[in-house]
């Protein structure tokens, strides 16, 4: 099985130097960690252990390595950045999580249509505040004159 936070074929590391310190998750996986090969480091810095602490606490980091592995690297970004996303989510908000996020926007998108409504229906003189588009003419076919 490959590991995921290695973007080189090799495997091997190098020993992190004083000005370069392990990023969160391999000083929790105790491995070596070079931050520039390491793919795991720009989601996990050495500097935010919180971020990686609120994942492991949610997901666990088997599962992590796990859907990272099976995605792979084309969408490793993503996936880790909607894991760490979710995770901070469910630490802010322990019985809804990202529902509760989600919820939050409708409500807010409910709202804004519903003042945007009240906005256009106040003056009917004046143009309404998002503007329409005109339907477009489609080309019509030329008569037959029955000729042929």
Same mark, same amino acid.
């Given at each position: ?17 004083? #000005? ?9 996986? #105790? #491995? ?14 050495? %500097? ?33 950045? %909607? ?31 519903? =003042? ?28 037959? =004159?029955?000729?042929?």
């Amino acid at each position: 099985m490959a590991d995921p936070s290695r973007s080189t074929s090799s495997g091997a590391a190098k020993k992190p130097s004083p #000005r370069n310190p392990r990023c969160a998750a391999c000083k929790f996986l #105790r #491995r070596a960690c070079s931050p520039e090969e390491c793919r795991l480091a720009p989601h996990f810095p050495a %500097s935010q252990p919180e971020r990686l602490q609120s994942v492991e606490r949610v997901f666990g980091m088997r599962k992590v390595l796990e859907l990272a592995h099976k995605a792979g690297p084309e969408y490793l970004d993503d996936i880790l950045s %909607s894991i760490v996303y979710e995770a901070e989510a469910w630490g802010r908000d322990p019985v809804w999580g990202p529902t509760g996020v989600v919820g939050a926007l409708e409500l807010e998108i409910g709202t804004a249509r519903a =003042d945007l409504a009240v906005l256009q229906g106040q003056d009917q003189d004046q143009p309404p505040a998002v503007a329409t588009l005109p339907e477009p003419e489609l080309p019509r076919p030329p008569a037959d =004159d029955g000729a042929g």
